[in-house]
């Protein structure tokens, strides 16, 4: 699995944005998607998950209703669409893909590949 995360920007409170995850080997299909993202002088934490099988769907609580993560398996590609945006949403987004059991889906430790990460800044 080669991941490559895009889509960052800067955007103003309350605007939107989508980020992409691609993954070049043509594999993700095998695989649960998720995104985290890491806060200047913070831990990196968890965002949303998709999983595997089922088409269950994992969501911090801080973004539950703001944000929504989908995959298209026959385009190698997952997607994290942020509307609402809030200040406290900057940071470092990062997708990842592995083979998570259900109740490990928000431990980064669950999976095994991880794009470069996109940088998102929202503006008060």
């Known amino acids: 699995v080669q991941l490559q995360a895009s889509g960052g920007g800067v955007v103003q409170a309350g605007g939107s944005l989508r980020l992409s995850c691609v993954d070049s080997s043509g594999t993700l299909s095998s695989y649960a998607v998720a995104w985290f ?10 965002v949303a998950a998709f999983a595997l099988f089922g088409g269950t769907k994992y969501y911090a609580d801080s973004v539950k209703g703001r944000f929504t993560i989908s995959r298209d398996n026959a385009q190698n590609t997952a997607w994290l669409h942020m509307n609402n945006l809030k200040p406290d949403d900057t940071a470092v ?25 996109t940088l998102v800044t929202v503006s008060s």
């Open 37 to 46: 993202r890491q806060a200047p002088g913070k831990e990196r934490e968890f």
């Open 93 to 117: 987004y990062y997708c990842a893909a592995g083979a998570p059991l259900a109740k490990f889906y928000s431990d980064s430790t669950a999976y095994d590949y991880w794009g470069q990460g």
